[in-house]
């Protein structure tokens, strides 16, 4: 056997091994696409209620870094008597059992679209204060988060 053909037929078995990896690691699917949703919060916060006690919204995104989609369907917190979900029109504010969180997304919760709204707190929040909001999602469980208490006027990024 000749010290070329030696060679080709090393860097071709090489080359075999390398690709029959990498069809593994396809096949068997890689990253966060498990089939499992892979949720965190950023951005949360509260702006303080127009009157002290008064109801107050909260605003935060919910990213989805996996594969599968989840729905947000309940938020609870010890510092409030209720937490709900809503969702804005033109000229309307709706009440809704769950929210959509997609797979590889977000659910954004800002002015004049989803929201929450918080009603009867423990205490009147003011500026500085934090709020526990817990989170639960269909199938991931409940997260909970801290979410500061800004300003009437505060808007994120300005």
């Known amino acids: 056997m000749s010290r070329a053909f030696r060679r080709s037929a090393l860097i071709g078995a090489g080359l075999s091994a390398v690709l029959a990896t990498g ?22 916060y509260v702006p303080v209620p127009a009157l002290p006690g008064g109801m107050g919204a909260g605003y935060l995104t919910v990213r989805n ?18 937490v709900t979900m809503h969702t804005s029109g033109e000229s309307t504010m709706t009440a809704v059992d769950s929210l959509q969180v997609p797979a590889h997304g977000a659910l954004e919760l800002a002015r004049g679209g989803h929201h929450l709204m918080i009603m ?17 999602f269909a199938k991931s469980g409940t997260i909970t ?9 505060y808007r994120p990024g300005s």
């Open 145 to 153: 988060v801290t979410v500061p208490v800004k300003p009437l006027t």
């Open 120 to 136: 009867g707190w423990q205490k009147p929040p003011a500026v500085g204060d934090e709020l526990e909001l817990d989170l639960t």
């Open 23 to 44: 069809t593994i690691l396809v096949a068997c699917g890689t990253g966060s696409d498990d089939g499992r949703a892979e949720l965190s919060v950023i951005g949360s």
């Open 65 to 82: 870094d996996g594969g599968t989609a989840d729905r947000l369907v309940a938020v609870t917190s010890p510092d409030a008597g209720s």
